[in-house]
C-alpha cells in the first residue's frame, strides 16, 4: 500500500465535529504530497468561512479536524498540514 492510500485510511476515520461524516466522505482531503520522506495534506478547511467573523466561528472545528488528522498520522513521520485555498499552514506551528 503506497502512503497516499494509507494517508486516506487513516483519514477515513476522522469525523468533521458537526456532521460526524468523514472528512474524506466530505471531500475536505484535496492532495496529497510525499516528498523526501515528508507527506503535506491539503485539506479544504477554510470552505464556508467567508469573512473573519465566519473564519472565527469556525476556527474551533478546524483546530479539531487538525488535532485528530496529526494523532493518526503522527506516526508516518514528518507532516504538514495546509489549507487547500489559503496555503495556510495549520501543522505543524511556526517555528
Known amino acids: 500500500m503506497g502512503i497516499e ?3 486516506i485510511k487513516r483519514l477515513k476515520n476522522i469525523k468533521d465535529p458537526i ?4 472528512i474524506v466522505d466530505l471531500g475536505m ?3 496529497i504530497v510525499e516528498e523526501e520522506g515528508e507527506v503535506k495534506l491539503y485539506l479544504d478547511l477554510s470552505r464556508g468561512a467567508q469573512g473573519p467573523f465566519m473564519n472565527a466561528l469556525t476556527w474551533p472545528v478546524r483546530a479539531k479536524i487538525v488535532r485528530d488528522v496529526v494523532a493518526v498520522l503522527l506516526d508516518l513521520g514528518k507532516v504538514e498540514i495546509l489549507d487547500a485555498r489559503s496555503f495556510q499552514r495549520y501543522y505543524p506551528g511556526d517555528e
Open 5 to 7: 492510500e494509507e494517508v
Open 19 to 22: 456532521t460526524e461524516e468523514s
Open 29 to 31: 482531503v484535496v492532495s
